[in-house]
């Protein structure tokens, strides 16, 4: 194979002359200059200067296997040189595609055995937010047409997905949310659980999708939609309470209750689907992000026996697909991830080893000083930073000491992220134990880094 062509030494300012970021002030980024990341393999990627970095984020929430993986370059040519594109469309499919939908099926529960193909988690919002109403549709219930959905979620970044989330400074920005979708609230105890106990809050939570419902008109409701744990709004881990609510209330009112799996799937928290953790079965779940460790994009949604047969026997043509839905590169690419998580055992690893380690460290950082809470599922976590930890109470500017401790860990040579004054890790699953205590100190002294020099 031929080596890519050296980058010049001015991509920086090419970069800044013709390359608009996602989620990024440009003027901002513009000034301080992009970092280039020019080199990976394991748990490590390297930028333009040469310096290591440990990735404690998987890139974004996607690197699960981790980087390097040989396999899956050489599944991805031989799949390019053997059959580089054909569609799905016209009664027509690859080996690779189709393999794909039935290995996913193999890792979930019986009835969630149907795969449609993408190419992101946005799009995969999208199709299942159009599924969900033509399903309610085939059987004749017309008006079953609005989304529940949760303040602080994130579903992705088109116009359903951005819609479907709950971040208000996305609604601001084209004029969001689409008519059809309401939110609810979330169940972040820390935040919002005031006086409540977390198992209380988590009930009173969950309870509002039921008042919604009642508001709304049960005949008037197509489905709810929740991440297992909310990712991008601060992994927000829920009361025990609030899933078997969540779950008790879909049902007794009979809507599609969507589990966004773009991050929790692919053994994240131990268990292959988030909601297999914790103990149901959800009706349509997008995947994505795991589902090739970032490698090529492809995305899908799981699809229930439930709704599948409605497709199947009473839809007739669902006009819906993305030119590249089921690409068999990206198939090919996903199918040897997914070989490599069965055959290293990863999800068993997360479950039984290297998840009970970091539970360990990870949850060690409670007793900082700025740390209210430091809670974690598997390999995803959060430490929740705070002024005073005895009430609860959270700096005045929760985005600037997250920033700050993200710098330090990032200059440290460790990348997490921060939402707010919340500090994320969600490490490619390969983590190694010393890697891990190397996290958790990294952490606790940009933490000690702030106590000595922020002053509120
Ligand atoms: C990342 C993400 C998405 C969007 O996926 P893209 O591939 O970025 O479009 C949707 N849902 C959740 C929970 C995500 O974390």
């Given at each position: 194979?031929?080596?890519?062509?050296?980058?010049p030494?001015n991509?920086?300012?090419?970069?800044?002359?013709?390359?608009?970021?996602?989620?990024?002030?440009?003027?901002?980024?513009?000034?301080?200059?992009?970092?280039?990341?020019?080199?990976?393999?394991?748990?490590?990627?390297?930028d333009?200067?040469?310096k290591?970095?440990?990735?404690?984020?998987?890139g974004l929430?996607?690197?699960?296997?981790?980087?390097?993986?040989?396999?899956?370059?050489?599944?991805?040519?031989?799949?390019?040189?053997?059959?580089?594109?054909?569609?799905?469309?016209?009664?027509?499919?690859t080996?690779?595609?189709?393999?794909?939908?039935?290995?996913?099926?193999?890792?979930?529960?019986?009835?969630?055995?149907?795969?449609?193909?993408?190419?992101?988690?946005?799009?995969?919002?999208?199709?299942?937010?159009?599924?969900?109403?033509?399903?309610?549709k085939?059987?004749?219930?017309?008006?079953?047409?609005?989304?529940?959905?949760?303040?602080?979620?994130?579903?992705?970044?088109?116009v359903?997905?951005?819609?479907?989330?709950?971040m208000?400074?996305?609604?601001?920005?084209?004029?969001?949310?689409?008519?059809?979708?309401?939110?609810?609230?979330?169940?972040?105890?820390?935040?919002?659980?005031?006086?409540?106990?977390p198992?209380?809050?988590?009930?009173?939570?969950?309870?509002?999708?039921?008042?919604?419902?009642?508001?709304?008109?049960?005949?008037?409701?197509?489905?709810?939609?929740?991440?297992?744990?909310?990712g991008?709004?601060?992994?927000?881990?829920?009361?025990?309470?609030?899933?078997?609510?969540?779950?008790?209330?879909?049902?007794?009112?009979?809507?599609?209750?969507?589990?966004?799996?773009?991050?929790?799937?692919?053994?994240?928290?131990?268990?292959?689907?988030?909601?297999?953790?914790?103990?149901?079965?959800?009706?349509?779940?997008?995947?994505a992000?795991?589902?090739?460790?970032?490698?090529?994009?492809?995305g899908?949604?799981?699809?229930?026996?439930?709704?599948?047969?409605?497709?199947?026997?009473?839809?007739?043509?669902?006009?819906?697909?993305?030119?590249?839905?089921?690409?068999?590169?990206?198939?090919?690419?996903?199918?040897?991830?997914?070989?490599?998580?069965e055959?290293?055992?990863?999800?068993?690893?997360?479950?039984?080893?290297?998840?009970?380690?970091?539970?360990?460290?990870?949850?060690?950082l409670?007793?900082?000083?700025?740390?209210?809470?430091?809670?974690?599922?598997?390999?995803?976590?959060?430490?929740?930073?705070?002024?005073?930890?005895s009430?609860?109470?959270?700096?005045?500017?929760?985005?600037?000491?997250?920033?700050?401790?993200?710098?330090q860990?990032?200059?440290?040579?460790?990348?997490?992220?921060?939402?707010?004054?919340?500090?994320?890790?969600?490490?490619?699953?390969?983590?190694?134990?010393?890697?891990?205590?190397q996290?958790?100190?990294?952490?606790?002294?940009?933490?000690?880094?702030?106590?000595?020099?922020?002053?509120?």
């Amino acid at each position: 194979m031929t080596k890519t062509a050296a980058a010049p030494s001015n991509l920086g300012a090419i970069d800044a002359a013709h390359h608009l970021h996602p989620f990024s002030d440009m003027k901002k980024l513009n000034a301080d200059g992009t970092k280039i990341i020019n080199r990976a393999e394991g748990m490590h990627i390297w930028d333009s200067t040469g310096k290591q970095y440990l990735d404690a984020f998987a890139g974004l929430w996607c690197v699960n296997v981790g980087y390097g993986r040989d396999s899956i370059a050489e599944a991805a040519y031989q799949q390019m040189k053997e059959l580089p594109y054909y569609n799905t469309f016209f009664g027509t499919t690859t080996p690779p595609t189709t393999l794909l939908a039935q290995k996913i099926a193999s890792h979930t529960g019986p009835n969630l055995n149907h795969v449609f193909f993408c190419n992101s988690g946005s799009e995969a919002s999208d199709t299942w937010f159009r599924m969900a109403r033509v399903y309610w549709k085939a059987l004749g219930h017309e008006t079953k047409t609005m989304v529940i959905a949760r303040k602080n979620a994130y579903h992705g970044s088109t116009v359903a997905g951005a819609s479907l989330g709950g971040m208000t400074w996305m609604h601001e920005q084209g004029n969001l949310p689409i008519p059809g979708i309401v939110h609810i609230g979330q169940p972040h105890w820390y935040v919002e659980g005031g006086d409540l106990s977390p198992a209380e809050f988590g009930l009173k939570v969950a309870r509002e999708l039921e008042d919604k419902i009642l508001e709304l008109g049960e005949e008037n409701v197509a489905a709810f939609v929740a991440e297992p744990i909310q990712g991008a709004g601060g992994v927000i881990v829920p009361p025990d309470t609030y899933w078997p609510e969540i779950v008790r209330i879909t049902k007794k009112y009979n809507i599609l209750l969507v589990a966004d799996e773009v991050i929790c799937g692919f053994g994240r928290l131990g268990t292959w689907f988030g909601h297999q953790h914790y103990g149901f079965e959800p009706d349509l779940a997008p995947i994505a992000k795991g589902l090739s460790s970032g490698y090529l994009p492809i995305g899908g949604v799981l699809v229930s026996e439930r709704v599948a047969r409605v497709m199947i026997e009473e839809l007739g043509d669902f006009y819906h697909g993305y030119t590249y839905s089921g690409h068999p590169v990206a198939a090919a690419a996903a199918l040897e991830n997914i070989r490599i998580i069965e055959d290293e055992k990863l999800v068993e690893r997360v479950r039984d080893d290297i998840g009970p380690y970091f539970t360990e460290a990870w949850r060690s950082l409670a007793d900082h000083d700025l740390v209210g809470e430091a809670v974690n599922v598997g390999l995803m976590g959060a430490v929740q930073i705070a002024a005073d930890k005895s009430t609860r109470r959270r700096f005045a500017k929760p985005d600037e000491v997250g920033t700050l401790v993200r710098n330090q860990c990032v200059n440290n040579g460790v990348i997490l992220r921060a939402t707010g004054d919340r500090m994320l890790a969600s490490p490619p699953l390969i983590i190694s134990r010393s890697e891990v205590d190397q996290t958790v100190e990294t952490l606790r002294k940009g933490l000690d880094w702030l106590k000595d020099n922020h002053k509120e």
